[in-house]
């Protein structure tokens, strides 16, 4: 009966994998990515970009920013593919699969 009970030998999970593994379980994954966008965009473009944006958020797959220049709008607007490909590669899974810029 004792037996049943037993937990299998596996191998040790990393950091890394215990968390993501936490992150799925408790459905906060568009959360923990929510939090994190801000600073992953403002790496990846820039603090010039970072300053002209108002406010950016995840609501499901969809990334919405709000810019102050209307003209670093429209030069984003030609960039959004391959900004999404980078913050998708940054969370190293395909979390936003479409950008608004506002």
């Avoid at 790496?43 to 709000?66: F, H, M, S, W």
Wanted: hydrophobic share 40%; proline share 3%.
């Amino acid at each position: 009966m004792r037996d049943k009970h037993r937990i299998a030998h596996q191998k040790p999970l990393s950091f890394s994998e215990v968390l993501a593994h936490m992150i799925e379980q408790h459905q906060a994954k568009h959360r923990f990515y929510d939090m994190r966008i801000g600073d992953m965009w403002a790496q990846l473009l820039g603090p010039n970009v970072a300053e002209q944006t108002e406010k950016i958020y995840l609501r499901g797959d969809t990334l919405y920013v709000y810019l102050r220049s209307p003209v670093l709008k429209n030069q984003l607007l030609f960039a959004r593919d391959k900004i999404k490909e980078r913050l998708n590669a940054q969370m190293k899974r395909e979390v936003i699969k479409k950008i608004v810029l506002c």
